[in-house]
């Protein structure tokens, strides 16, 4: 399973959101691009197809932007993935092109390593990746200090 610089930028857009959600601020395409570095162009199609899928929404006006839909707590990694890349994509088995006694066994054990790929994706909500990443910018201050 390998993540497509599509998933990525959706995912690294949705933390940007996930850390605005509590105080009940939008942000604009240039400033997930900007904060994330993702081209704009590409990140405005990212969004319209988030918005699509109903993680998030967009709102007009002066104070207008994006922010997600519903609570970081209530958005997996594994609601992402199907947003992006679709639901055939994410569980995707494996599929031998000769059919055999070993194409069948491994295509067993690659559909056991699917389930438990997307079983911890579906434990991982955008909160606990707001979590993990204070998490690891305050090792980085400690480490600075060292």
Known sequence: M????????AILALLELSLCY????????REIAALQNIP??????????LRRRGLIKSI??????????????K??????????????????AFKPTIQTIEG?????????????ANSVLENYTLKDLCELRAKQQRQEVLMYYI
């Open 40 to 49: 704009s162009r590409y990140l405005e199609q990212l969004l319209a197809t």
């Open 75 to 92: 958005i997996t990694l594994l609601d992402a993935l199907y947003s992006m890349e679709g639901i055939e994509q994410v569980v995707a």
């Open 22 to 29: 509590s105080k009940g601020e939008t942000l604009q395409i």
């Open 104 to 116: 069948e066994v491994i295509q067993e054990v690659w559909l056991e390593a699917t389930q438990a």
């Open 2 to 9: 390998e993540l497509s610089n599509k998933s990525e930028y």
């Open 60 to 73: 007009r006006g002066a104070k207008g932007g994006y922010m997600l839909a519903r609570e970081p707590e």
